[in-house]
């Protein structure tokens, strides 16, 4: 019962260096998508895969990367983190683009 | 573009007072409509939905009826627990073309024994 599993939990980074974070699925879902979660913003999307093979720009792309590995893996890299990419992101997945999401338990980032 | 209002909170409520919160959206079509509850340090997890108009959804004794002439997706339950302190996210997909999930901006549930 993993359902989204997102690597890692916790991270401190220093401005300008990169990282990236890892989401897992095991339930076949067709579409993956990453959040990030900020107080009184609610949640923003970064990056959508609607299916394998295609990613989208969602509301905050600015800053970020994706990779849709293959069906299970989606990946979210910063490149040059900055302070204001402090955040807790969510990674989620649905069996297609119109049913509701599975999320993951997030991973808390802290750039100094 | 598609959007979601949802009540600001927190909301404090007594053990087993009735709880709304509300919610309302603007999409073009038929949207599906969606209450994700969170807990503390966990992700989002579907509390329930609703696929047309009319539809109510309902779970572990809270409801939500589809409601397109008001254009809106209250949330409520009868009678709350301590356990259902959490922070509530209403949400939509569109449909046909548009299925880029839109979130409100949460409503934290505090309730008091």
């Known amino acids: 019962n993993a359902g989204v599993t997102q690597t890692p939990k916790f991270q401190v980074l220093k401005t300008g260096q990169s990282m990236t974070l890892q989401c897992a699925q095991d339930?076949?879902?067709?579409?993956m998508y990453w959040y990030r979660q900020d107080p009184g913003m609610g949640l923003r999307l970064i990056y959508y895969?609607?299916?394998?093979?295609?990613?989208d720009k969602g509301e905050v792309p600015n800053g970020y990367n994706v990779s849709r590995l293959n069906k299970r893996e989606f990946s979210l890299r910063l490149e040059s983190a900055a302070p204001s990419q402090t955040s807790v992101y969510f990674c989620?997945?649905?069996?297609?683009?119109?049913?509701?999401?599975?999320f993951g338990d997030g991973t808390r980032l802290s750039i100094l | 573009g598609n959007s979601v209002t949802q009540m600001e909170g927190p909301v404090t409520l007594s053990e087993e007072a009735f709880l709304t919160i509300n919610c309302t959206y603007t999409?073009?079509?038929?949207?599906?409509l969606f209450w994700y509850v969170q807990y503390p340090g966990e992700g989002l997890q579907l509390l329930l939905k609703?696929?047309?108009?009319?539809d109510k959804g309902s779970n572990k004794g809270f409801e939500a009826t589809y409601r397109k002439e008001t254009t809106s997706f209250h949330l409520e339950k009868g009678s709350v627990q301590v356990s259902d302190s959490a922070v509530y996210f209403c949400?939509?997909?569109?449909?046909?073309?548009?299925?880029?999930?839109?979130f409100g901006r949460g409503t934290s549930l505090i309730v008091h024994p």
């Open positions: 989620a997945s649905s069996p297609t683009e119109s049913q509701p999401q599975h």
């Open positions: 339930m076949n879902h067709n579409s």
């Open positions: 895969s609607a299916s394998e093979g295609t990613t």
């Open positions: 999409a073009t079509g038929y949207p599906s």
């Open positions: 609703a696929t047309k108009a009319d």
């Open positions: 949400a939509l997909k569109g449909r046909g073309g548009s299925y880029i999930p839109t």
